[in-house]
C-alpha cells in the first residue's frame, strides 16, 4: 500500500501499518523520517515505508523506528548493503553508487555523514546534528 500511493501520488514518503496511513509527506530528503516520529511515535514500528530516494541515511532512519520495509524507487549501493546486513526488507528500481546532494555534484550531506556507521542508534544522532547545521547554513 505504501508503495502504491507514493507511485500514485505526490507523496515523497509514505508510512503505512495494517491499512493505516499513519504519515505522509510531501518534504524532500530525510526530515519526513523525524517528522514522522515525532507525529507517530512508537505506532510506527513494523510499518512499511515507501520514499522517493532512499540511501543509507533513510534506510539507518528506517531501521531506527523499526519499520518492517521501505521501499524506493531509487536506493544506493550503502543503503542496501546495509539492509543485507540487518536482514531488513528493502525494495528499489534502480541502484546507484551513492544518492546525490541537490545540485548533483556531490555526495547527499546525509549519505557522507553516515557513510561509516553501523549502528542506526548512532546514525539517528548524527543525522539529527548534520541536519541542525545544514537547517542554520
Not at 102 to 128: S, T, Y
Amino acid at each position: 500500500m505504501a508503495r502504491e500511493l507514493l507511485e500514485k501520488g505526490n507523496d515523497t514518503f509514505v508510512a503505512v501499518k495494517n491499512g493505516n496511513i499513519l504519515y505522509r509527506s510531501q518534504r524532500r530528503g530525510i526530515q519526513p523520517y523525524f517528522d514522522a516520529l515525532n507525529a507517530c511515535g512508537e505506532s510506527l514500528r513494523d510499518c512499511s515505508l515507501a520514499d522517493r530516494v532512499a540511501g543509507k541515511a533513510a534506510l539507518h532512519l528506517a531501521l531506527y523506528i523499526s519499520a518492517a520495509a521501505l521501499y524506493t524507487p531509487l536506493a544506493s549501493r550503502h543503503a542496501a548493503a546495509l539492509a543485507d546486513t540487518f536482514l531488513f526488507h528493502f525494495e528499489y528500481e534502480d541502484l546507484v553508487p551513492h544518492i546525490v546532494n541537490r545540485k548533483g555534484d556531490f555526495m547527499c550531506p546525509m549519505e557522507e555523514a553516515v557513510l561509516d556507521i553501523g549502528n542506526p542508534g548512532e546514525a539517528f544522532i548524527k543525522l539529527q546534528e548534520t541536519l541542525r547545521i545544514l537547517q542554520k547554513v
